[in-house]
T-cell receptor, first 111, second 119 residues
Framework: RKEVEQDPGPFNVPEGATVAFNCTYSNSASQSFFWYRQDCRKEPKLLMSVYSSGNEDGRFTAQLNRASQYISLLIRDSKLSDSATYLCVSQRDTGRRALTFGSGTRLQVQP | GAVVSQHPSWVICKSGTSVKIECRSLDFQATTMFWYRQFPKQSLMLMATSNEGSKATYEQGVEKDKFLINHASLTLSTLTVTSAHPEDSSFYIC???????????????FGPGTRLTVL
């Protein structure tokens, strides 16, 4: 079983739609979580951190449920520029603090 | 955010040759750098953790004699793919962490990646 699992998609949505991505993690030692965005043939870029209390950054809302080891990302009012692959990422707070990436969820926003 | 560069951005080589990839932190010092590999339509997989002044730590299944890592300074780590074969063709990405940053989670900054094609 992968340490971080995501639905690969693709999610094809019209502009203005609201779309939600889910992610589960299996390692209870993971303490920090993030959503990264990766455009085709580019490096991943940090979108936002994820906190248990939930956090919002403009049109993006992230949520963490530690009890069920579940992470979500909600995108409201989708833009064409949101088309990308969204990577769910966990990090252990001890040791090397390496990141563990999910395989990503592909989003395609259509005009 | 902090800037990490990688060189070259892409390379094509013949089977059996060695390829060196450089990762530099341009405006901060990084005692730790990470090397990832990403095959098409797959996730980034951590290959090794590069530690300045000491030996790298390799993930299970990654051959340390094939993927040589050197981290001789606080701003430079190199990954050398020795005797490259077509199955080594992949997107290699490094990241660096600013250990002196006050950030609570020590954000990692990614280089732009190196696309290796072995013929």
């Amino acid at each position: 079983r992968k340490e971080v699992e995501q639905d690969p998609g693709p999610f094809n949505v019209p502009e203005g739609a609201t779309v939600a991505f889910n992610c589960t993690y299996s390692n209870s030692a993971s303490q920090s979580f993030f959503w990264y965005r990766q455009d085709c043939r580019k490096e991943p870029k940090l979108l936002m951190s994820v906190y248990s209390s939930g956090n919002e950054d403009g049109r993006f809302t992230a949520q963490l449920n530690r009890a069920s080891q579940y992470i979500s990302l909600l995108i409201r009012d989708s833009k064409l520029s949101d088309s990308a692959t969204y990577l769910c990422v966990s990090q252990r707070d001890t040791g090397r603090r390496a990141l563990t990436f999910g395989s990503g969820t592909r989003l395609q926003v259509q005009p | 955010g902090a800037v990490v560069s990688q060189h070259p951005s892409w390379v094509i080589c013949k089977s059996g040759t060695s390829v060196k990839i450089e990762c530099r932190s341009l405006d901060f010092q990084a005692t730790t750098m990470f090397w990832y590999r990403q095959f098409p339509k797959q996730s980034l997989m951590l290959m090794a953790t590069s530690n300045e002044g000491s030996k790298a730590t390799y993930e299970q299944g990654v051959e340390k004699d094939k993927f040589l890592i050197n981290h001789a300074s606080l701003t430079l780590s190199t990954l050398t793919v020795t005797s490259a074969h077509p199955e080594d063709s992949s997107f290699y990405i490094c990241s660096a962490r600013d250990n002196l940053a006050q950030s609570s989670y020590n954000e990692q900054f990614f280089g732009p990646g190196t696309r290796l094609t072995v013929l």
